[in-house]
């Protein structure tokens, strides 16, 4: 049966605001800046969003897509470090604290976002939607991708297998560091196929350290599970104080 991604992010929500058989307790202010969680503007604007290759046949046709408002996007993955400094734990498996977090799922990352909210209130932090991160990731191009492959991605052939800290390869046009290669990334609404067709799936995007070449494009796009612990994410930040 299809699964309402918004009522299984409240869920989570308020699993995370509660307090599990005893008193709440206030959780301390958080100084996001401080843990090196930096955000670059996202302009409105429209794209043409998916892939008409034959071998990308879950990525056509090429549609038009309008992002309506502007909004914020983390500049790097959620790092090691700054997944310890608000959860307590680190479930990656490339250990290393500039390193992407990984081996969270997107329940994991909704609570994540929960607590990022909850200690730094006004900012309404969550995830990318799939046609925010694409827009985003293209950053004005039209290209398969923003720049040369190994300039700006660690994929298959150059990743030795494993992670490498954020922030070590060219950023697109927008600032933004490895959204493609490294660690593939979670949106927060569900798969839809380019036809309309709903899976009982979410999103990764952006390819990994294994993927090759056509898995690390802004259209690629890989079906994940809620409680599936095979990515990572960076987050969306908008403003709703000053």
């Excluded at 398969?144 to 070590?168: C, F, K, M």
């Amino acid at each position: 049966m299809k699964r309402s991604i918004a009522a299984a992010a409240l869920a989570v929500s308020l699993a995370c605001g509660g307090a599990c058989g005893g008193e709440r307790r206030e959780a301390p202010p958080l100084d996001v800046a401080s843990l090196g969680m930096k955000f670059a503007r996202i302009p409105a604007g429209s794209f043409d969003m998916g892939s008409d290759s034959k071998s990308a046949y879950d990525q056509s046709p090429v549609h038009r897509v309008t992002i309506g408002r502007p909004f914020e996007l983390q500049t790097t993955e959620v790092t090691q470090a700054q997944w310890v400094a608000v959860m307590g734990t680190n479930p990656s498996h490339f250990q290393g604290d500039d390193r992407p977090v990984e081996r969270v799922s997107w329940n994991d990352a909704q609570q994540f976002i929960a607590k990022l909210n909850e200690r730094d209130p006004g900012k309404n932090y969550r995830l990318p939607t799939e046609a925010e991160w694409e827009y985003a990731c293209r950053a004005g191009t039209s290209e398969a991708r923003y720049g040369e492959i190994e300039r700006i991605a660690w994929y298959d052939a150059n990743s030795n297998g494993q992670t490498h800290p954020v922030g070590t390869k060219e950023p697109n046009a927008w600032g933004l560091y490895d959204m493609l290669g490294n660690i593939q990334e979670l949106c927060v609404d569900e798969r839809v196929e380019r036809t309309g067709t709903w899976t009982p799936a979410l999103v990764y995007k952006g390819g990994n350290i294994v993927g090759g070449p056509l898995r690390v494009r802004p259209a690629a796009r890989n079906p994940a599970r809620p409680l599936e612990l095979e990515g990572g994410f960076r987050v969306v930040r908008e403003r709703t104080s000053r």
